[in-house]
């Protein structure tokens, strides 16, 4: 067997099992092809954030004078669809619930190896014909796709573009997949549903809505592309069609898609506190039973999107109370993640600071929802940066929080080597800083009347935009460290032991980094999750037994 | 730490019983990688149904929009062909359910023989499908720079003429949706290529023939997504 | 002809019962063709997919071997599929059907 490269004469496990490029490209194990994706999403949130990058720079002057409008357009459509399809959509499910999932319930891979693969394949397809079509012209139709804008006025590559995500949408279908038939069917002996780790059954609701609501946008861009090659009339007004037949099509997995990218780092936040304030989730069944309920009740909701959009007021009282509905089971987390951390014995390393960052700004970002739910205020803040910042507080300031929480937790099991935990505790408070100096101006924005996707506003916005690109710039130096340190930890770092945080859960009972089939032996669960007291418990002499 | 020859030892009780070469490595038993399969397959029928379903929303709620024109245009394409193909792929879901009944009971040649014969039956749809696109395409229904829907009457509404553009909206779904379905005949058929090769093979025993289990429910999807398309598509008002 | 499980097989039914679904679903063919032609006012629709519902019932519970599924899981999944469907339907419906009410 060839010898690493290191002194340690180490054991074989899935990184130096083989080596060679074939070896990664035509992988099966569920492992490595985590990191192919670790990798692929890392350069296209590169991608996105260097749109980001270009959109906070034209917005620190009220002119239009970094870009012209068009493309500005451009800049705030691609950073759209390439961090939401080709970076937060497979996050956390394509990187940590990839390596984890069959770990955690103790089988030797996912359901479906060879589909894994083949997902991944589809998403570095739909990569390059994302890239291609960046490179060879862009698209401006934001990232909504909004007809009859993008069926019969746009002047860029909508069909490229929708073909990309096309593509990368059956990538995320595939992973869903085979988390559903995994948990289903390839629990170890003893590992009952309620023994499940909750980052399970957050992956599990997750998947639900990837099977479900996917094949929806699926084939509404079906419809768009055939619409804007044929000028079929399905959603153009002056031939009959309905533009709002698109939203609604559109919306109906697009904010389901939303759950997708919250509930794994739910997931993760609730792996995270337990783990450092040694104790047992409270509430579990209601954890658990809440992410399903945020799947099933996120297909109920889409039509917030449009309540100014043209339907009809009685639909949309219904879908404002729905709207309302859905934000419940979230509270319920909520309430159980701090229910835990109470009396609990609290543990400040990286991917804790990372999980309370995670509590507060997803509790900010979700009732700043509320507020959008609510038809009056809709009509006031639609369409504004409160908007902007609302999402941006539950996808950054929530899920990609709980990623880079998670990929530090699970980092010394994925690599087999320590980081550095003062550089990691620094860097999240960079990001933690540099996010609300980012965000938070940017609900003032909104409230006082600035409208997204323009590339010009009044004087009277400019101090809060300053401090927005001031904090985007904190915000990716905070970004760029954990980057730097893991790479550097690969080489430099310290080895990890098989449970460096003395954490529950059957991935850490395997060594780090985790050999190729995961587990010498078949695990038989007899314990209940996170049994954090047996854990810490002091360890007892053999005591004879009285008569 | 369990090292690797109990790992092994394990490993070779397993093999000690009858081991299928088919048993893939990550399943402990023939059992579970059977459900496995059967789940997985179920589940991709259920993002087909999705799929389809948003064509059948876009459907609804033009038919509901524009009955009249919708009727109109339905008359035009041929009920009998589709109702003649709605035949033809209950029949292949027969032939399908008997080569799996035959492969349960180790009879090769009729499992064979119902595997072509539903191949052939999906070709005959396939033709019969490529009949009604060209009779639609000498008519000028197909929706693009050359189609033309003009003076056809709404069914029972004499003197009243369907609008072309509304018209136009149904023929695209029509197309869309027929055309769509027709692709997963394809992808079908390439399927059923592929198991008849494997059943030709002798890969198929009473113990062991998933794939035909998977890619005979794959079928039936295919044939229930066209016994909707059928009625809605082809029988709009067929009464005036 | 057997019925039940053939060598771990749980699932099976016999030819007679393939048979007698192949004759109801060309039956069920036929009616609808011929239903399509009676002026059953706004109930055509309605009749028209009742016929097709129970056709692929039929299809799903005896060719796709639904009604022999040793788990009750396969069916939630047929179920869940289908509600998330009527729920997309459903919900436009409530925006469409709505419109010429303000």
Redesign the interface.
Known sequence: MPTADNSQGERPNYLNKEYGVGSWLLTTDHKRIALLYLISITFFFFIGGFFALLIRLELLTPAGDLVQADTYNKLFTQHGQVMVFFFLIPSIPAVLGNFLVPMMVG???????R?NLLSWYLYIIGGIMMLHCLLTGGVDTGWTFYTPFSTAFSNTKVIEAGLAIFVAGFSS?LTG??F??TI???RAPGMTWSRLPLFIWAHYATS?IQ??????I???L??VL??RA?????FDPK????P??FQ??FW?YSHPAVYIMILPSMGVVTEIIACFSRKRIFGYSFVALSSIAIAVFG??V??HHMFVAG?????AL??SILSYAVAVPSAVKVFNWTATLYKGSIHYDAPMLYAFGFLGLFTMGGLTGLFLAALGVNVHVHDTYFVIAHFHYIMVGGAVMGYLGGMHFWWPKISGKLYPEGWARLAALIVFIGFNLTFFPQFILGYVGMPRRYYQYPPEYQVLNVLSTAGATILGVGYLLPMIYFLWSMRYGKPAPANPWNAAGLEWQT?SPPPT?NF???PVVTWEAYNYDELDAPRKEEVPVAR | MPDSSTAAAVHGEAHAETHNPALLHHFATEEQQRDASNLGMWIFLATEVMFFGGLFCAYLIYRLKYFGDFAAASTSIDAALGGTNTAVLICSSLTVVIAIWAAQRSRRALMIAMLVLTMLFGLTFLGIKGVEYRDKFVEHHVPGSSFSFEHEEIPGHPGEYANPQHAQIFFALYFIMTGLHALHMVVGLGIFTWLLWMAWKGRFTPDYHTPLEIGGLYWHFVDIIWIYLFPLLYLIDRHR | MSEDSTSGHSKSSSLTTYFAVWIALLAGTLLTYEAAKVDLGVFNAAVALIIATTKALLVALFFMHLRHASEKLLKLVVISTLFFLLILLALSMADYGTRAWS
């Open positions: 089988a030797k891979d996912l359901a479906f190896p589909v279908i997949l085979n559903i038939v289903h069917r390839m639900i099977i479900l609501g996917t094949p929806v699926a084939i509404t079906v419809l055939a619409e044929l000028h079929l009339g399905i031939l009959g069609g309905d709002l037949l609604h099509l109906f297909f109920l889409w039509a339907i009809s007021v009685y639909a219904v879908f060594p089939f010498d032996e078949e």
